[in-house]
């Protein structure tokens, strides 16, 4: 198990491998559909000092609103590849050292992680209480009016957040390797 | 006659949904870490999922953040109302959501504006039986977004597939609808399927089969013998649990029928991830139990 405390640097970054289990601590932003489209048609004005060096998780959380302090009750990871057309060009505009999600992303994504030194990590997808325990506060949030809920961009402070480096800045990703295989067996019991 | 309390009994129906996995689905993953062996990282995938189940379970805090679409299947006796029993449960479902049982999950399609209580146009669904004898029984299932953007549908023949209109073509046609979805679909997944029927009854049957119980046994035995072939394939294709490779991509497969015309040839393919979440509760002369 790595230990990652953000904000981080690219060289630490360029350090893990694909398949290393990393613990995350420090402040992260949430961030799916809407805000991805938002980075990249803006320039992030709220966003972009914390998201240097940062890390963005695709996640839409279940929140709870207690006064004026907001808590994420259940908080695992969205599906990555709907951000593949966005995510690269979000790494290289606001120098975002890792995404966490889940499901992997695209060629695109994994050429833009090995030219600036950044990773894509995947949390278990479903296990949203698990996850919402490690969120341990809410900082701040934007868009909530106009994204709604599960698509604002929450900025949580996270300690030891356990994910998994699926995509590293080496070139490999593990859900490429999990595809060629599967793809050989899926052709072996379909006889073709 | 369990009229006056019935939005409260909808509610507590939709809080054991989202927070307590069904003893099936726990059954079905501990399978599973005892096939990928102690110490695999498959293994300790899937025991992540049952310790996050565990602390849901003990908190009343969903096991998924995505607390899905609420799909009601109703058996309504001469006693109740259709319009009654609709609106309790879209006054339940708004409840829920206040209580963070469920996220808001209801998107106007054209505006994209939330309506922040899980209501809206043919949200929640419901599917109504009738029964002859006086009662209710409904059925829950919270199904997520994500293994319902897996889902497929084919039309047979399937040149790409070589899958012919019969149930080797039907196999294959899930082996491929399984290979795809990959991780996505927060794998190891549950797969309901549907033999025929048009488009919109195929789907319909093919989530109906969430409704089984994972252990049960097909009564057609020809699909029950392709229930357990394609469940022994589906686990050899390597997806594993999450995706990232194993012995356990699927909990359990279960095919339904409907007939077609003779034109159509549908294969209709949904998922649903291991955060199945499914509850049920009768009410009868008043009373109330959950079986
Ligand atoms: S597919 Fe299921 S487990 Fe995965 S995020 Fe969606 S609802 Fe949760």
Redesign the pocket.
């Known amino acids: 198990m790595t230990e990652i405390k953000l904000p981080v640097s690219a060289d630490e970054i360029r350090k893990l491998k694909a398949g290393d289990e990393v613990s995350i601590t420090g402040v992260m932003i949430t961030a799916r559909d809407a805000a991805h489209k938002y980075l990249i048609e803006t320039d992030g004005p709220e966003v972009k000092e914390i998201l240097k060096d940062s890390m963005i998780y695709h996640c839409g959380p279940v929140v709870k609103k207690e006064g004026d302090v907001y808590s994420f009750v259940a908080a ?1 990871p ?1 599906t990555s590849i709907r951000e593949e057309p966005y995510e690269a060009d979000v790494i290289d505009r606001y120098g975002v050292r890792g995404v966490i999600g889940k499901g992997g992303m695209g060629a695109k994504t994994l050429e833009a992680c090995g030219k600036h030194g950044s990773v894509y990590l995947s949390a278990v ?2 296990i ?1 209480t698990t996850l919402a325990r490690s969120v341990v506060e809410v900082l701040d949030v934007h868009k909530l009016e106009e994204f709604g809920v599960p698509e604002a961009m929450w900025v949580i402070r996270v300690e030891n957040f356990p994910a998994v480096v699926t995509m590293d800045s080496h070139g490999k990703s593990i859900h490429d390797d999990v595809a060629k295989q599967s793809r050989e067996n899926y052709e072996r019991l379909l006889g073709t | 006659m369990g009229h006056e309390r019935l939005a409260e009994h909808f509610l507590d129906l939709i809080r054991r949904a989202s927070t307590i996995l069904p003893p099936d689905v726990e059954e079905a993953i501990k399978k599973g870490i005892a096939n990928e062996g102690e110490g695999s990282g498959a293994a300790s995938t899937l025991k992540l999922l049952l310790e996050n189940s565990r602390q849901a379970e003990e908190g009343s805090t969903p096991i ?1 953040q ?1 607390t ?1 679409s609420l799909l009601f299947f109703v058996e309504i006796g001469p006693d109740f109302r259709q319009k009654e029993v609709e609106e309790a449960a879209r006054k339940a479902s708004a409840e829920a959501t206040a209580k963070y049982y469920l996220r808001p999950n209801a998107v106007d399609a054209v505006t994209g504006k939330n309506s922040g209580d899980n209501t809206g146009l043919g949200m929640p669904y419901f599917h109504f039986d009738q029964m002859d004898e006086d009662g209710l029984k409904v059925r829950l299932l919270l199904k ?4 319902e953007n897996v889902g497929a549908q084919y039309k047979l023949p399937d040149g790409k597939l070589k899958a012919g209109r019969d149930l080797d073509g039907v196999r294959k046609c899930v082996l491929d609808a399984v290979f795809n979805a990959q991780g996505k ?2 794998a190891p997944g549950v797969i309901g399927v549907c033999v025929g029927g048009d488009r919109g009854a195929g789907f319909a049957c093919s989530k109906q089969q969430f409704l089984r119980d994972l252990g049960d046994t097909n009564p057609d035995p020809a699909l029950a013998d392709l229930e357990d072939r394609l469940f022994t394939e589906l686990n050899q294709l390597g997806v594993g649990p999450s995706g990232f490779g194993g012995k356990t991509t699927v909990l359990g497969v279960k095919i339904g029928k409907r007939h077609r015309v003779p034109a159509c040839f549908f294969v209709s393919v949904s998922y649903v ?3 199945y979440r499914k509850a049920s509760m009768t009410i009868k002369g008043g009373e109330v139990s959950h079986d």
């Open positions: 695992g969205t997808g479903g949203a | 998924c995505d899905g997520g977004g994500g293994s679909g927060c991830c291991w955060a």
